[in-house]
């Protein structure tokens, strides 16, 4: 199981923020990545971004990505975040729960502290530190797809329109 973590509106001064983790079952990524390629080529981007992206392009990325097998699972945060590592935290406990997780890839890179407090936490729940890498979303295609659920889920969750609305009706089978 990879699991891929991005968060959603961290430096708002009001409102939720989310995170969302991809949990992705298999041994092989490239038929997902494929799919975020094509994805792009589809909505005419060389690489998706959701907050550089426009409403049409978001629609047309995330309904192409997400007849992927995945899983997401999320968490909302109330802004302003009193403490991004504890939500971050959370997140990675609840998405590794119950699943025999082989990779955690978070989105951006940390210092070096920063990540040594997330591998404490993997270690105090019986998961191998060595599993958490940080990475910049060109390596990883599938931290794109994160990007994009964590941005739907967090325009919907701070002002649902008929936008988020539709985009939130093609992510329901992938939630939990």
Known sequence: MYVFVDESGTNKSSGVCVFAAILVETEQ????NDLV???EAKAKVKSFHWSKA???VRETFLKAVVKGDFVVRYQLSKNPLRDFGVALESTLITAAEGVDVQRIILDGRKDKSYERRLKKVLRDKGLSSKRLRTADDEAYPMLRVADAVAGVLGAHANKPSDKTKVLMKAMSKRLQ
């Open 29 to 32: 990524l490239d038929p997902l």
């Open 54 to 56: 426009p409403w049409p």
């Open 37 to 39: 390629v094509a994805a």
